[in-house]
């Protein structure tokens, strides 16, 4: 499926995942998110940008203990929950929601 934001055409596969990462920034994952009925906030911006970090230094979307271990090591241990991702990104949390809007890969064959 294809799409414009701010002028720019992007493909999204069938559920929603951007299939240019590179075509990733803030007005895509704001775009994103609306779809998932998410308003991206600071708190929420954090989490998106770790998500990214990670693959970019590891090329693989990361775990999710391994995010919520990174989460309290930068945070603080009440921010290192699946409770905590999951307030924020009620859609699926990290490997649904927050890699989604962050516009990195699908991380499998959508059977997740």
Request: one cysteine or more; proline letters at 4%.
């Amino acid at each position: 499926m294809q799409t414009k934001i701010n002028g720019k055409q992007l493909t999204f596969n069938e559920m929603g995942w951007l299939e240019n990462r590179d075509a990733w920034d803030e007005d895509v994952a704001s775009e994103i998110a609306k779809s998932v009925n998410i308003e991206l906030t600071k708190e929420h911006w954090k989490l998106i940008y770790i998500a990214r970090e990670y693959y970019d230094q590891y090329c693989t979307c990361c775990p999710p203990r391994a995010f919520s271990r990174i989460l309290r090591q930068k945070f603080g241990n009440e921010y290192g929950t699946q409770q905590y991702i999951y307030e924020l990104f009620p859609a699926g949390g990290l490997v649904q929601c927050v890699n989604k809007i962050a516009g990195l890969p699908c991380p499998c064959d959508g059977s997740f």
